[in-house]
């Protein structure tokens, strides 16, 4: 049935009916509107590690990630290793989210700007995550496509995904997307690491490949083409801008008993995944050489193995795939759907259109408002004309905010019109250098001006894209650097209680606040900063984030090495 074996069908039975049972557990935890968007604050250091795995890890990345590598090579595992080099800081940054004591990133802007540069934070990361909703969601259409031959459609596939995954994200909130979270971590481990027994012995491994391939460039970590040391550089630093503003950072960074829990959490949870993307990686260029001079989809790759090999293992391999690539899919979906109905009720509905009413309310409507983004995240899925053009997008989309938050965590002078002017002139030049044509707007930037460019801001007759990200990060950064200097300063009371509570410490036990207030009873760490200087506030680091940071560096040199090793000759 549906291409399908009775022990495959059974297993992705059996995995639908438990994931939903497990998600409905957390339903008795959900008590009130925050614990509904945060949880308790009550979760540990193994189950914050296995949020942020499968919070950042999911189908889009591994089909995405082979489907790349099957086009350009081994050079392609930088679609994804593109945060890999802001791996490090993150185990600096995880702290400060915690310290900011709040519920969403939104808060952080009310508190630092005021409540417009709140709501706009509000609006796109909204449109940011219902986008990405959408390309999971295509993600795992395709797959299931693939992996059945065509027995199940696509459409019905993305249906059938979003009905089970909003049942238990509507009922339990975020509780349930990190309870879920500790099956569906096991699952995408298998996703990622189940092809690799069966695709590389079928092409004889990587020297095989290194014999069979014509062109050796493919089997290169860094291309000397498209993907680049500058590429790569770019990209890195533009996803490291944009990482500090994505939505679910303040889930995965403060839903942990103390800054500590945040800070493994985050690390260990993203090193996890970027081993994983090393196994997505040699799927794709153990397709290019078992499918070389053959006309096979890209975007399916992933898929399309699966189908040719796991059937010749045994039965039940392709359920056992598929229920584990829906687990990948539905347990980042879930952790996003909620955030954007946190952004939505506590940052719009609540302060904006209907104040005073109980807390029941609230809870009620973050729950409509989920299952809505969700809804309307299907249409996204369709708009996409590649799983790769609709990554490059989201890229494009996350850094849009990312300025004025750096800014206004590290320099006094940050003001409201700057916060506005800088994210508004990063978006439009964004939206300028961009091809809209697919989404029913007339323009395409490579059609009037690619042509009047230098040669080497191009690739294949259009904009490369590293240039793109120059543009529209150098349009943001200049022009709120010039607004800052020339409007007037932020008010001193309102900039020391947001200092004040970011420098102090998250103590044991800690009692919930309103975002950026600190407990009663607990004073206010002293300022100290790395520049001496009143209009900067560079904290100096501990000797907790010095040993981290280090750490952080040392296992991306080793990641690097290992894959290099790998793939060497």
């Not at 699952?187 to 690491?193: C, D, Y």
């Not at 209907?354 to 809505?372: P, S």
């Not at 904009?463 to 800052?484: E, K």
């Amino acid at each position: 049935m549906f291409g399908l074996g009775w022990l495959d069908g059974l297993i992705i039975v059996v995995y639908l009916v438990g994931i939903t049972g497990v998600g409905m557990l957390a339903v008795k935890k959900v008590k009130s509107a925050s614990s509904f968007f945060i949880g308790d604050r009550k979760f540990g250091k193994f189950m914050m590690m296995m949020f942020t795995f499968c919070a950042g890890t999911h189908t889009d990345q591994a089909a995405i990630v082979a489907a790349k590598t099957y086009r350009v090579g081994a050079s392609g595992i930088w679609y994804e290793w593109l945060w890999l080099f802001c791996t490090p800081f993150f185990w600096l940054f995880a702290p400060l989210f915690r310290r900011m004591r709040a519920v969403t990133t939104a808060d952080f802007f009310h508190a630092r700007y005021n409540q417009g540069v709140s709501v706009l934070y509000a609006l796109l990361g909204i449109l940011q995550l219902t986008a990405y909703i959408g390309l999971l969601l295509k993600t795992s259409g395709k797959m299931i496509t693939a992996v059945t031959a065509g027995a199940i459609d696509a459409d019905k596939a993305i249906l059938v995904t979003v009905a089970i995954f909003i049942v238990y994200g509507v009922s339990g909130g975020l509780s349930a997307a990190i309870f879920t979270n500790l099956v569906q971590g096991v699952m995408t481990l298998i996703l990622s690491f189940m092809l690799l027994p069966f695709v590389l012995p079928a092409v004889g491994g990587v020297a095989g490949l290194w014999q069979s391939l014509p062109d050796k460039n493919m089997l290169k970590i860094v291309a000397p083409d498209e993907i680049t040391i500058f590429y790569i550089a770019v990209i890195s630093l533009n996803g490291l801008i944009g990482w500090v503003v994505q939505p679910n950072c303040m889930a995965i960074t403060s839903a942990g008993k103390t800054e500590m829990e945040g800070r493994v959490g985050v690390m260990c949870g993203i090193m996890i995944k970027r081993i994983c993307t090393i196994a997505w990686t040699l799927v794709g260029v153990s397709a290019i050489g078992l499918y070389l001079g053959k006309q096979v989809d890209g975007d399916q790759i992933y898929g399309i193995v699966a189908h040719d090999l796991l059937p010749k293992a045994g039965p039940g391999f392709v359920g056992l795939f598929i229920a584990s690539m829906l687990a990948a899919v539905m347990s980042c979906c879930g952790s996003l759907m909620v955030t954007s109905s946190a952004l939505f009720t506590k940052n719009i509905y609540k302060p904006l259109l209907v104040k005073g009413k109980k807390d029941e309310h609230y809870k009620l409507v973050g729950r409509i408002v989920a299952a809505a983004v969700v809804l309307v995240s299907v249409y996204f899925a369709y708009r996409f004309t590649t799983l790769i053009n609709g990554l490059e997008i989201a890229w494009r989309l996350q850094p849009t905010m990312g300025i004025a938050f750096l800014m206004g965590v590290f320099w006094r002078r940050a003001n409201v019109p700057a916060a506005w002017t800088a994210t508004l002139m990063t978006f439009i030049t964004m939206l300028f250098t961009s091809d809209l044509t697919q989404f029913s707007i007339p323009w395409n930037f490579n059609a009037h001006f690619a042509d009047k460019l230098p040669a080497f801001m191009l690739f294949h007759g259009k904009l490369y894209l590293p240039w793109q990200m120059i543009t529209y990060l150098s349009a943001g950064f200049l022009s709120f650097i010039i607004i800052a200097l020339l409007a007037k300063p932020m008010e001193k009371m309102r900039l020391e209680k947001f200092y004040e509570c970011i420098r102090t410490s998250i103590t044991p036990n800690e009692p919930e606040t309103e975002p950026f207030t600190l407990p009663p009873g607990v004073k206010p760490e002293p300022r100290d900063v790395l520049v001496s200087h009143p209009d900067w506030e560079i904290p100096r680091p501990s000797k907790v984030s010095i040993i981290g940071f280090l750490a952080g560096w040392a296992a991306v040199g080793a990641l690097i090495f290992t894959f290099y090793w790998i793939m060497r000759p």
